[in-house]
């Protein structure tokens, strides 16, 4: 149910803020506890709403577009004529967004009589004290014996001079376009910016990407991020090391960004200005000093247990870690909701904790990137004793058959204990490939065990990895 708006305090066992994965902490072992649940957006968080989901189903398209684009290699025949973008936008929303709106009417009736919905903004006004400002009005005041805050994060939106006063669009907001611009303007360099960049790219748009820095994906690997940014000159035009000086509306409509390159000013219009420059935690918006929950600039901070400086208030997933990954948030999750009940004499100790040396992360742009553990880079500052082996996909049968000249996987191994420091893969179903290698470094395989302890298919892309693990 929904509470009505009045200045009364509301008492609660439980409060929760933020409906993605903190979503997943009431179960049966809290059906005796009164649950307050605040949500200011819509129910499902960032990952189901305007992240993870949507954006690779945005992506799938994209790859069958390119696949068509790029059928005469192979001696196919095919045309890409263009995409119905508002029916690729309409058949991910279609599925999403009953979704979101299912979640929500679940909470709010009979199967959860004990949780009720807050449906606004939260900030601490004192000790595990919120004010919710009410989206349809008004103020509600809720407190709870454990507050759990899963706030998330947001779009940074980076201080250039005239952005505040220009129309563009963030991760949040550019999927739902009502048409497929002509042309698009994406500010930043990371994953945001490559996965939705081609995506508009592949489907038809002229897409200019200006970025800071020499390399796009400049937090992999440097040879993954060498070749990542050589790879993307055939769907970007590519404005790197750019100073943006200044971003307007023009009065014609559209956008212009201006910018100094190697002391050259240069100028690019477009319909569309996409701001990809990375995401920031929502800490800021959460009054986190009033309730004496200590932060680094809105990141909580968190012990191994999830328990933030101020007694009974826990946090978890982008609002307090720095690896923003939905994989990661369930993870922490999982654990915090087990912490609670321990904490409560409602189940054994002792408290859970998460293991985030092997949290891996994939970028869903063409060509795919994945990651996992160390970068070269990484271990050589560590002054670690390293064997690297870099594989080309080109070097199997499986990459011949897709003619790939340019895909490959990257291993780094500690040169004494063999064991497997980080694991670099570019090129297609790179996110798929490097599963195994976690699992090898999860469970504490060598190299060798990883290379000779089971049978790679052949010829299967996967012995791609197997060779990259010969050769250490």
């Given at each position: ?144 014996r454990h507050v759990v805050l899963g706030a998330g994060a947001r779009p940074f939106i980076p201080p250039y001079p005239g952005i505040e006063q220009t129309p563009f669009h963030t991760s949040d907001t550019v999927m739902r376009l009502d048409e497929l611009p002509q ?206 082996a870099t594989k080309p996909f080109g070097h199997t049968a499986y990459g011949w058959a897709m003619e790939d000249h340019s895909s490959f996987a990257k291993l780094i191994a500690h040169a004494e204990t063999r064991e497997l420091l980080g694991a670099h893969i570019i ?31 052949h010829p299967a892309l996967t012995e791609v990895i197997e060779n990259a693990l010969l050769e250490l």
């Amino acid at each position: 149910m929904t509470p009505n708006d009045d200045s009364e305090l509301h008492s609660f066992d439980l409060v929760i803020v933020g409906s993605g994965s903190a979503n997943s902490i009431p179960g049966p072992e809290f059906d005796d506890w009164s649950i307050a649940l605040v949500e200011r957006g819509t129910f499902g968080g960032t990952c189901l709403n305007v992240g993870c989901i949507p954006s690779k189903m945005f992506v799938y398209a994209a790859d069958v577009a390119d696949t068509i684009a790029t059928a005469s290699t192979y001696g196919i025949s095919a045309t890409f004529e263009g995409a119905d973008w508002p029916a690729i936008r309409d058949r991910v929303f279609g599925r999403i967004d009953p979704i979101a709106e299912g979640g929500r009417v679940f909470r709010c009736g009979t199967a959860c009589p004990n949780i009720e919905i807050f449906a606004g903004l939260a900030h601490f006004v004192g000790d595990r004290e919120l004010a919710v400002q009410l989206n349809d009005g008004g103020i509600a005041h809720v407190r709870g014996r454990h507050v759990v805050l899963g706030a998330g994060a947001r779009p940074f939106i980076p201080p250039y001079p005239g952005i505040e006063q220009t129309p563009f669009h963030t991760s949040d907001t550019v999927m739902r376009l009502d048409e497929l611009p002509q042309r698009m303007i994406v500010l930043g360099g990371g994953y945001i910016a490559a996965e939705l960049g081609y995506v508009f790219s592949a489907l038809g748009t002229d897409v200019t990407l200006v970025n800071r820095s020499a390399r796009l994906l400049r937090a992999e690997d440097d040879d993954v991020s060498e070749a990542y940014t050589r790879a993307a000159r055939r769907h970007f035009d590519l404005r790197l090391e750019a100073a943006v000086t200044y971003v307007c509306e023009l009065p014609e409509g559209g956008v212009a960004v201006e910018m100094d390159i190697d002391g050259e000013h240069q100028r690019v219009t477009a319909d569309v200005l996409l701001v990809a420059t990375g995401r920031v935690p929502n800490g800021d918006v959460l009054a986190l000093e009033a309730a004496g929950v200590d932060h680094d600039d809105g990141r909580v901070l968190v012990d191994e247990h999830f328990r933030a400086s101020a007694e009974g208030v826990w946090s978890f997933g982008d609002l307090a870690s720095e690896i923003q990954l939905k994989h990661l948030a369930n993870a922490h999750v999982r654990a915090l909701r087990h912490n609670l009940l321990v904490a409560e004499g409602r189940e054994p100790g002792p408290m859970r904790t998460v293991d985030e040396r092997h949290v891996p992360h994939a970028v869903f742009s063409h060509p795919q990137v994945a990651s996992v553990g160390l970068t070269e880079r990484d271990a050589v500052a560590a002054s670690l004793p390293i064997s690297v082996a870099t594989k080309p996909f080109g070097h199997t049968a499986y990459g011949w058959a897709m003619e790939d000249h340019s895909s490959f996987a990257k291993l780094i191994a500690h040169a004494e204990t063999r064991e497997l420091l980080g694991a670099h893969i570019i090129g297609p179903q790179a996110s798929t490939l490097i599963q195994q290698l976690i699992s090898g470094m999860a469970f504490g395989q060598t190299v060798d065990q990883m290379a000779h302890d089971q049978f790679y298919i052949h010829p299967a892309l996967t012995e791609v990895i197997e060779n990259a693990l010969l050769e250490l």
